[in-house]
């Protein structure tokens, strides 16, 4: 279940701002995908003509909507959780091994925003494009990591507040 945060340092202020924009904006990316579905199921039904490539624009926009909304999950601790070993630990062990998570969390998020970032590069200078629309392919992964990255970023905040090397916000 979520929680509502609120924040209590200027870092987790500004986490929070960026966070809730990187979702605003997978948000208005993820209407945007709705709206060219829903255009080329209404064309191909009663028009007999789809949106040329709609698979792809839903494709490509899908992964900018999962790195944008990572952040968002992550700040406010609604990924999932399984403590069904650690019920009966202390408050103190459980805080380690929460930091230990999310440590883990945060460096797979830096590895795979270095990998997005490294694979966009390398696709932007092959000049791939997507096969019905040649789009170049090197945007959607550029759109990922800003997402990608943020997420990261708060990951190490939450380490460090489960460590007590920054203070924690307020739930």
Known sequence: MSQTISPSSSVDRLLQRL?????????????????????????????????????????????????????????????????????????????????????????????????????GIDIKANQETSMLMALPLWIPYMLMVPGLVLCALIGLAQTLQHLGWMAKEEV
């Open 19 to 119: 966070c809730d924009a990187s979702a605003t904006i997978g948000g208005i990316v993820l209407v945007a995908i709705a709206c060219v579905t829903v255009v080329s199921v209404v064309g191909r039904a009663f028009f007999s003509h789809p949106i040329l490539g709609d698979v792809e624009l839903v494709q490509l926009g899908c992964a900018v909507v999962v790195a944008s909304f990572l952040p968002y999950t992550q700040f406010r601790r609604a990924n999932i959780i399984v403590d069904f070993f650690t019920t009966g630990t202390s408050k103190k062990t459980q805080s380690r091994l929460d930091a230990f998570g999310t440590l883990l969390y945060t460096l797979v998020l830096g590895l795979v925003a270095w990998r997005v970032a490294v694979g």
